[in-house]
């Protein structure tokens, strides 16, 4: 069974990690995937409750996003050059055909991904100059074109956005899909966000009474006015929310990038402007779009693509889990 860390180590606020030095993990091999998400302190317990038998075998790509937490945990170990090493670097033939594959490879390597768009392609440049203008063509892609086009209900459309404020930003972009996608019907309103039946949510902080996590995305099932509460639906399992708990949601029809690392979607659209110059990193937009199974569409400018490419400052993190590698210190 696949667990989170948290869920492995038996995690809870009030006793902390219940999985440790002593009370180990149980088993021959742990693997451990999406690596670059973790942060130096969750590795530390991790490691903690790790028996000196079990083989441990760490996946993940160095060249996404690092940990929300701090620490840059995947790349120091791999940079050490203490730990064995696989890096799948080729691309196999069905994959060359996928030019959300190639383009994603391009912007890695630092060059300008193939925008030249066409019919039978995966990956779609939308050329915008007007910023102001973009909310409702994004909104008028996953309404209409993307759906038509491909058959995909618009909720299983997501929109990422490098920020969560501003005209472009998740907050601005929620609002303009709900009133485009489930205008009315009964609702609750907490914290500047109106919920109602059908709306498309995310968790925003672990919940460990209700057994939902940050990051969790699901849909609202139910809205009772009367008793004031309503019900969302994950993955087939229903979760009831007091109203005074709305503050745990927010709309996700569009979600930053660093909330929508992790996951993945048949159909992404993201907006790419130098009014979030100050986000736009060559490991974002990747980020984004490798979070795409079926179709990438991003909207903007090629002077805001390219500022991005070439954009790699953030990226550095200064720790000593390296050094204290490679010189045994530990």
Request: positive net charge.
């Amino acid at each position: 069974e696949a667990k989170t860390i948290h869920r492995l180590l038996e995690y809870n606020p009030m006793d902390g990690y219940k999985r440790n030095d002593e009370n180990p993990l149980e088993g021959d091999a742990l693997i451990v995937d999406e690596c670059s998400m973790i942060d130096i302190m969750l590795f530390y317990n991790l490691m903690k409750a790790i028996p000196s038998k079990m083989r441990l075998i760490l996946v993940g790509d160095i060249d996404q996003l690092p940990s929300v937490g701090a620490g840059n945990v995947l790349r120091d170990i791999i940079d050490s050059q203490r730990i064995p090493v696989v890096r799948l670097t080729r691309i196999f033939r069905q994959a060359q055909t996928s030019r959300i594959v190639m383009n994603a490879h391009a912007i890695n390597a630092g060059r300008f991904p193939n925008i030249s768009n066409g019919k039978d392609t995966d990956f779609f440049f939308i050329n915008v100059d007007d910023a102001e203008a973009i909310p409702q063509l994004i909104v008028g892609l996953v309404r209409d074109r993307l759906s038509k086009a491909y058959g995909y209900n618009p909720k299983e459309i997501q929109v990422l956005t490098p920020m969560q404020r501003g005209n472009v930003g998740a907050g601005n972009l929620n609002t303009q899909l709900q009133n485009a996608l489930n205008p009315s019907g009964e609702s609750l309103t907490r914290g500047g966000y109106t919920f109602r039946r059908g709306d498309k949510v995310m968790q925003i902080r672990n919940n460990y009474d209700k057994n939902v996590f940050n990051g969790d995305i699901g849909y609202v099932n139910a809205v009772d006015t009367t008793e004031r509460t309503l019900t969302v639906i994950y993955d087939g399992r229903l979760v009831e929310y007091d109203v005074s708990e709305l503050d745990e949601l927010t709309l996700a029809y569009a979600v930053t990038i660093h909330k929508s690392q992790g996951s993945e979607f048949p159909v992404v659209v993201m907006p790419v402007t130098m009014k979030h110059f100050v986000m736009l990193q060559r490991n974002l937009i990747y980020t984004g779009i490798t979070r795409a199974k079926k179709i990438c569409v991003l909207v903007g400018t090629t002077k805001a693509l390219a500022y991005a490419i070439h954009n790699q400052t953030v990226s550095r993190r200064n720790t000593k889990l390296k050094e204290r590698l490679n010189n045994n210190s530990i």
